[in-house]
């Protein structure tokens, strides 16, 4: 039970923190052969792709199915990134639109607020990688919101890591693989655009296994191109987690402040409590 609970609580952490993309123009991905290239190339060309920011702000709709036996949740939200620094979600009120809760992830800390019932729970990140099957940290979540490549650890990916990948290729796509100390496995596939199209995320019996599906990609405020939709599977022994992520009007390096503080008279909660509220939202 505290093994499946820890998977549960990665499948949640991943899913409050969802970024989004606005919707000029919708391109579906075509079978078109890849041009060669070499490793190095290909990881080169697939970092020219990546979004350029330093903050990032969009509203969004996101489909939550919390296991097998489980119905779909479906909810409004806001989202907010400063990079490197902070990913703020707003949970809003159906109809309403105010504020139920707000979860902050920073390379530090998790904090959640619960509005409603005046809670709320914080914690460092590096306790919380204990309840992890991954071996997951900020930056690693901020890089699979974003549609990028990462190396588990690492703030930033430079031109001295891209001969660290494993690299294999079929006549449609490519596929660079990463093994982290763990023995944790990262699969980033592309096709001839040179964009991931899914980051797989597994243990090497895959009875762990995490698929990010990317695709729909339109263009952000920068004129950039990004996923509309985001689908998250997370397999576990037994059961299953998936998150279905639909993307609108993104503002790329807008300005704003994060909310970061805790109302006073708030009742702290643990972890186990932390669960529930997320899964009763």
């Not at 991905?29 to 190095?40: D, F, K, P, R, Y």
């Not at 703020?88 to 979860?103: K, M």
């Not at 902050?104 to 914690?123: C, G, H, T, W």
Request: net charge neutral; with cysteine; aromatic share 12%.
């Amino acid at each position: 039970m505290k093994r499946r609970n820890k998977y549960i609580t990665l499948s949640l952490f991943l899913g409050i923190t969802i970024l989004v993309s606005s919707c000029k123009t919708i391109h579906k991905t075509q079978l078109i052969a890849l041009t060669e290239h070499s490793m190095e190339e290909r990881v080169g060309l697939i970092q020219s792709q990546a979004l350029p920011y330093k903050t990032f702000s969009g509203n969004l709709r996101f489909g939550v199915k919390p296991g097998i036996n489980h119905g779909n949740i479906t909810t409004d939200a806001q989202l907010r990134i400063v990079k490197n620094e902070m990913i703020q979600l707003s949970l809003r009120i159906p109809i309403l639109g105010t504020e139920a809760a707000r979860i902050n992830i920073s390379p530090q800390q998790v904090l959640i607020v619960d509005r409603i019932n005046k809670m709320y729970f914080a914690e460092s990140m590096e306790n919380l990688k204990n309840h992890f099957p991954f071996d997951f940290d900020f930056y690693s979540l901020q890089s699979l919101f974003t549609n990028q490549l990462f190396i588990a650890g690492k703030q930033e990916l430079t031109p001295y890591d891209y001969t660290s990948f494993d690299y294999w290729e079929d006549e449609f796509s490519a596929t660079l693989n990463q093994i982290d100390s763990r023995g944790i496995a990262y699969d980033f596939t592309s096709d001839y655009s040179h964009r991931i199209l899914k980051t797989e995320v597994y243990k090497s019996n895959k009875e762990v296994d995490m698929n990010w599906d990317y695709s729909d990609f339109g263009r952000t405020s920068n004129n950039r191109l990004f996923p509309m939709k985001m689908n998250m599977t997370l397999t576990i022994p037994n059961d299953s987690i998936s998150l279905n992520l639909n993307f609108s009007n993104v503002d790329i390096d807008a300005s704003f402040e994060l909310k970061t503080d805790i109302p006073r008279k708030y009742e702290q909660i643990n972890l186990n409590q932390a669960v529930k509220l997320i899964q009763s939202f």
